[in-house]
């Protein structure tokens, strides 16, 4: 697994910040998901960046990782602008943040009521929720990972199969936009412990601008999704039409993010 | 059509002869492709789009223009039968989207916007694009940003557009598609009105007019087996208020699209022969149609005079979706009678079913059922609403029945002497013979069971309480305790 920043003065620096950012974790730990040789839905050469490793069958294999328990909420995102002002809204160059970043915030260094402390941070470019997870020493999950733990029902690692876990996922779809959302861990963990992988936000991975090619955008258009191997599987296929139809500075009202770390790597 | 512009150049090169009179290529405008009449003219125009059912104006123009058309995507939570509602994702806020006019030769730069709340990205492909996805990989937006292309309207004729972001089933059952006219250079015929209407199967968690808000439901969609099938995307859409209107003597000119996801349509307006119909929204015109085939993902225009008042139902002639998933709707034609022609009796209360009856009294009686306040007066009127079409098709609408056929319900001895039986046989059918005030009866009555609680217990307050007949409320209580200790065959209609 490939870390994208690389060299000794940044590691040292990560460790610094990681220390400081550990008062943030203990309310969002990073807890094991196992590695396992998983049907992913997109063909293993879909993805560039992705940590699976095809092995020709339509079968990927992942490594065990570390996952967040949450998506990263505003109170945490407030904490790390605080300590890092370069990702301010306002501060943050245009390239890696749009117009929009953080625009709900009452202030630059304030969340204001449109904003609780509890509700996932949205609004958050890719570039800003990777620089946040570098900070803690962790980095965002590559999809096959984030589709690895996003399998998991409340009692097994893989429902995809079941009609009713996907219809409870669809039904988030179905339910109008525009509305508040919901604080994190309002509703109940799967079986690693981990919440809201559905039903509350869409969240960045990695590698989410190389899960297609730019002459892969066909796919997702007209003739439909002709590389996804698991076409019943409509759940996962609008995580990958959603990140595909985004700009690592695109920001989303409804588009967050939590961190990963290897498994390997010793927390703390 | 969806021609590579390889092969385009191609074909153009031993068909220059197609492009028409008007042309009005310069010189140096390379090789000429059938219906592209050089570059735009004069100052861009800024397409003026309209909701369903209406159709912007002509467009009377005489050369090609830069015609810019800003859609945005809203996905709503409306009502998709009374007192059901569903999240419909939306081109332009409505099922189906706003309808786009362009002349043949325009070239159309192309906004698609996805407002900030959505929660989907969103794309257009638009069947009258030249190019491959028909815009859609140009187009593929997230929520919150805008998107442009440029395409020339080459082909004219009637075309429908939809999202095609994977899923892109999901996307087309959720209501995402339109219609876009493209005008011949010439203009088309003058006619009186004209009219947009699309139609479109849904799925729903929930079975037909179950109430409260309604999911998508993935398997029945899969499965092709829809709740509703309807036009405008609602059951109400173009009934009663919203019927569309025209005169005698005039003519009517329907632009009718079938969005899918799955069914094809037998599109048919009752009562009436189209005069013309553009069937597959191509340039031949067929005359003298009884119902034309509309394929999901196709169009057509239809245009028939009208000789004679009264309410035009247009139905998907595959029946029962119509009269058991809602694909009605109504044209209401104003003027004189001609007897001559036709007789002059009502076709109402036959074919339109439950819909012709304003729907206001049931949505009063809704509401004060849920503030606790429901009265037997209210009840009674919104039992009438439902009587009409329903049961008046064989208890006649004065309750009279028809003798020796279908029992009296005015002062129906039979009926007043025990309300639980009358409970019954309302949701499970009766069968064999009765006797009705002395006279008897051996017919079959089908089970109403597809009816709320609340619905039967509004009907049946109402039919003891007219035509001379006096008796207390029946509440939907009563009618749930019955349902759910009592057995029916499942899904009985009509």
């Given at each position: 697994m490939k870390r994208r920043t690389a060299g000794l003065a940044a590691l040292a620096l990560m460790a610094l910040a990681a220390a400081a950012a550990a008062a943030d974790t203990q309310d969002n730990p990073y807890l094991p998901v196992d590695g396992a040789d998983f049907r992913s839905?997109?063909?293993?050469?879909?993805?560039?960046?992705?940590t699976g490793t095809g092995t020709g069958t339509g079968t990927v294999h992942v490594a065990g990782f570390l996952l967040q328990r949450h998506p990263v909420t505003n109170a945490e995102f407030l904490a790390f602008v605080a300590r890092h002002p370069e990702w301010r809204r306002g501060a943050a160059a245009p390239l890696l943040a749009d117009a929009d970043y953080l625009g709900h915030w009452q202030a630059p260094d304030a969340l204001g009521p449109a904003a609780p402390p509890r509700q996932p941070a949205t609004r958050v470019s890719w570039f800003a929720a990777e620089a946040y997870c570098e900070a803690q020493g962790a980095r965002l999950p590559a999809w096959h990972e984030w589709e690895l733990a996003a399998a998991a029902s409340r009692t097994v690692r893989d429902a995809r199969a079941d009609p009713a876990w996907r219809q409870q996922i669809l039904d988030w779809y179905a339910r109008p936009a525009g509305q508040p959302l919901p604080a994190v861990e309002s509703s109940a963990p799967d079986v690693y412990g981990l919440y809201d992988l559905h039903g509350l936000v869409w969240e960045w991975v990695l590698d989410a601008n190389s899960l297609m090619g730019s002459d892969e955008a066909q796919k997702f258009c007209g003739g439909g999704?002709?590389?996804?191997?698991?076409?019943?599987?409509f759940a996962v296929l609008m995580r990958v039409a959603m990140l595909s139809s985004l700009r690592a500075r695109d920001t989303g009202h409804a588009l967050g993010f939590r961190c990963a770390r290897d498994l390997a790597e010793p927390p703390q | 059509m969806k021609m590579p512009m390889r092969l385009l150049m191609l074909a153009s090169l031993c068909a220059?002869?197609?492009?028409?009179?008007?042309s009005a290529n310069p010189p140096g405008a390379g090789a000429k492709v059938p219906g592209d009449f050089g570059p735009p003219h004069g100052e861009p125009i800024h397409a003026e789009l309209t909701s369903p059912p209406q159709v912007p104006p002509p467009i009377h123009r005489n050369y090609p223009a830069k015609v810019i058309v800003e859609l945005e995507v809203r996905e709503v939570e409306k009502e998709i039968s009374e007192g059901v509602s569903y999240t419909f994702w939306t081109f332009g806020g409505t099922v189906p989207g706003s309808f786009i006019r362009v002349r043949q030769g325009d070239t159309v730069e192309f906004h698609l916007k996805n407002y900030p709340d959505n929660k989907m990205p969103h794309n257009i492909d638009l069947h009258g694009v030249t190019g491959p996805g028909g815009g859609a990989a140009s187009s593929f937006t997230a929520p919150g940003h805008e998107s442009q292309f440029t395409f020339k309207a080459l082909n004219q004729g009637i075309y429908v557009y939809h999202c095609a972001t994977a899923p892109v089933g999901m996307h087309v059952a959720n209501g995402m598609y339109g219609l876009m006219l493209v005008e011949p250079p010439e203009g088309m015929k003058a006619v009186d009105h004209e009219y947009y209407v699309m139609q479109g199967d849904f799925y729903t968690v929930g079975k037909y007019r179950e109430h409260g808000h309604q999911d998508f439901d993935m398997q029945r969609a899969i499965d092709e087996k829809p709740t509703y099938v309807l036009f405008n995307g609602s059951e109400g859409a173009l009934v009663g208020e919203h019927a569309l209107k025209a005169k005698v003597g005039q003519t009517v000119r329907l632009f009718v699209g079938n969005g899918g996801p799955n069914l094809v349509s037998s599109f048919h307006v009752i009562g009436e022969i189209f005069d013309r119909v553009r069937y597959e929204g191509g340039v031949h015109e067929q005359e003298n149609v009884q119902t034309t085939l509309i394929p999901a993902g196709g169009a057509a225009i239809v245009e028939f005079h009208l000789d004679v008042p009264g309410s035009y139902v247009m139905v998907d002639h595959s029946i029962f979706r119509a009269f058991n998933k809602g694909a009605l709707a109504v044209l209401k034609a104003e003027g004189p009678e001609n007897k001559s022609i036709y007789s002059g009796k009502e076709v109402d209360s036959v074919y339109l079913g439950d819909k012709a009856a304003s729907p206001a009294p049931v949505a009063e009686a809704r509401a004060a059922e849920a503030s606790g306040t429901l009265t037997k007066e209210q009840q009674i009127k919104a039992g009438e609403a439902r009587f009409t079409g329903t049961c008046s098709v064989c208890h006649q609408a004065n309750g009279q029945g028809l003798p020796n056929v279908f029992p009296p319900l005015a002062g129906s001895d039979f009926l007043m002497a025990d309300k639980r039986r009358a409970i019954g046989i309302v949701l499970n059918g009766l069968t064999g013979p009765v006797t009705v005030n002395g006279n008897g009866f051996n017919s079959v009555m089908p089970p109403m069971s597809q009816l709320n609680d609340d619905e039967l217990a509004n009907i049946l307050t109402f039919v003891r309480n007219s035509w001379g007949n006096s008796g207390d409320a029946v509440s939907a209580a009563e009618v749930q305790e019955l349902r759910a200790s009592t057995k029916r065959p499942e899904g009985a209609a009509h």
């Open positions: 839905a997109l063909s293993p050469s879909g993805t560039g960046a992705g999704a002709l590389s996804v191997s698991q076409k019943e599987n | 220059a002869c197609w492009t028409s009179g008007v």
